[in-house]
DNA sequence: CTGAAAGCGCTTACAG
DNA sequence: CTGAAAGCGCTTACAG
């Protein structure tokens, strides 16, 4: 024998009980107890009973790393995001579990924004053999690329609206996102006004934070606003320090900013903190906008008015379309499925006050 | 034959390359695949080079279902959290990935502080054989404890203190840090003090929060406070709003409390925003203070006072842990360590203004 | 409704 | 430094 087994002796090791053990137990084959597991309606109801007995009796757990190797479905779903600490990807996260049930176990991966990080991620992911996969963003490296092409199962990139996706994509326009807020800050009659973001540093660039940025600068050269800034300060992730700061430098640079655009609700929260600090009025003074309609804008006071997008939506969206795609459905679905967005102007914008007392 | 492949013709269909493909491009067995993915240097120099030629060739990702059933390592961690969408949690998970590293892949599970939910995630996380598991809390239900005591590996509760945890814990203690809130607002002379807290509800229950809130309570006993109170309000999680809806309810109950405690930071936080939409002083007429130390309330203006607690470290803490215990270390370590808690006075607490203009 | 045989794709435990 | 044999614990694909 190749691998010894423990010697027969009366006083064996306990090891954990196998699907044998619960057979030799109930007096029946393996293939039976198998059967109670998956479909007990396919089998006696005498013979089921017995079968659910010995399992109590021995405390067995099916060994599913052992039911995956033979069915050829691990129940994985692979999920790839750039960062956990950001409610509107945990928001995602949710989701897609909600969506996926309990049969399936979601195995997730952060990059913290670096395309070299996701390849790593990638590649471990696919050698658990994930039934689909689930990643943010459509900025790969030509490798990863590949991976996925040739994983042989679905992958569906969320939080961005390709037109042609590198299989399915769930989400929006992260420009049009852009576009709206410089629009919605026009609108008000504002003219000085900036937009506040992350700089690419190397490896670890926030892509869809800079289609929003790219989106506003549109919005200025279509309307011809010379008066327009974008600011662009550290790294990503961006969250409520680096709002604070990139405020900071804004007003430092422009003291007469009358609107500001910020490519996240946490880092428009640090830039309304940044006002506060330095008794400058939200909005009487400053109007300020964020994106991705946090529960933290929402329950600020004053509330921060923001782009809203439906966060868990998309992880909602991405799971129902993976299991209709495990069926064998969903093909005639459109590949790139765009939820988009929607301007919620609360209590952080106003019309100037041209005549302040 | 049971099962059948593909009958050998020309036009096979492409499938996923397996490492007896490798080895047969390659000319060498499939062992000596296997050694150069795991350990290259114990195979020739040429051999190598061939073999890793021909999985570049053949794009080759191994399988590590196979490869877990066959080496009885899975390489799989689960942890157990109330919830991903609390910054604290998610720092936790964010350390014990990293100290885990790369060969470790985190199975995580959510419970929304539903015990009943957590003997589910325990079964069909031990289902996927795990080679530790890191579970928040020290309520379980009484099937929970028998599955985790029997799984044979490693259990690590973490955020609490427990004198006899069922195998391993790292924490802090709960109760501890509600005395130390009482204790905060006491000295600075503030007799008329409450704390807000979530309540059970049938399954749904925040274990720690409650016990913060029985340390509070404790030390209005010790000190004779009788202007104290504990207010339950909601069932977990807490969050913003539950905080800003709890501190309406208190001030409408008790116009005249100066001192609360917020069982975390994002409670307190709510509440923060429930006095500026009443216009009460904070701190000049109430003190305020959470428990976390989240970086919502560092970057908040005025900065919330809070109970520090070290939350990644306990991730990063439970991660060494338990690959001391994977290589068979650790056996002489305490079973329970306790990484303390930290008063941090910020901007919300301080000394009452007993003759305000 | 039940079971015997074969195999999923790797690694272990030898042997040389 | 390399390989042939066996087996990890299940499910598939029959057959009866």
């Not at 030509?142 to 939080?159: F, K």
């Not at 430092?252 to 940044?274: C, I, N, T, W, Y």
């Not at 909005?283 to 008015?305: N, Q």
């Amino acid at each position: 024998m190749a691998r010894q087994k423990k010697a027969g002796l009366p006083a064996e090791a306990p090891t954990k009980p196998t699907m044998r053990d619960v057979s030799k137990l109930a007096g029946v084959s393996t293939m039976t107890v198998s059967r109670v597991l998956a479909d007990p309606s396919i089998v006696a109801p005498e013979t089921r009973e017995r079968v659910m007995r010995a399992v109590d009796q021995l405390g067995y757990v099916p060994d599913l790393v052992a039911g995956s190797l033979s069915s050829r479905r691990t129940n994985f779903v692979g999920l790839i995001l750039p960062t956990l600490t950001n409610s509107n990807f945990a928001d995602t996260a949710q989701g897609l579990a909600e969506a996926l049930g309990a049969s399936y176990q979601l195995l997730i991966g952060y990059t913290l924004y670096q395309a070299g990080e996701e390849e790593r991620l990638v590649r471990s992911l696919l050698a658990r053999r994930p039934q689909g996969i689930v990643v943010a963003g459509t900025l790969h490296t030509a490798s990863t690329r590949r991976m996925l092409m040739n994983a042989g199962i679905p992958v569906i990139e969320i939080w961005d609206a390709p037109s042609a996706p590198l299989d399915r994509a769930v989400g929006f326009s992260n420009f049009e996102a852009g576009r709206a807020a410089a629009r919605h800050l026009l609108s008000l009659g504002l003219r000085r006004i900036a937009a506040i973001g992350s700089e690419a540093e190397g490896d670890v660039r926030d892509a869809r934070g800079e289609a929003r940025l790219q989106g506003f600068a549109a919005v200025l050269k279509e309307e011809g606003v010379e008066t327009g800034v974008i600011l662009r300060h550290g790294a990503a992730p961006v969250s409520y320090a680096h709002g604070a700061a990139a405020m900071k430098l804004l007003l430092a640079e422009r003291p007469d900013v009358e609107g500001v655009f910020a490519v996240s609700d946490g880092s428009a929260f640090g830039a309304l903190m940044e006002c506060r600090r330095q008794g400058i009025d939200v909005p009487g003074r400053l109007s300020l906008m964020g994106f991705g309609d946090f529960e933290l804008g929402r329950e600020c006071e004053p509330a921060i008015s923001t782009i809203r997008v439906d966060a868990k939506g998309i992880g909602t969206k991405a799971g129902e379309l993976l299991r209709e795609l495990f069926d064998g459905r969903g093909a005639d679905l459109p590949p790139s499925i765009d939820l988009g967005i929607e301007v919620v102007p609360r209590g952080t914008t106003a019309a100037p006050r041209r005549h302040a007392p």
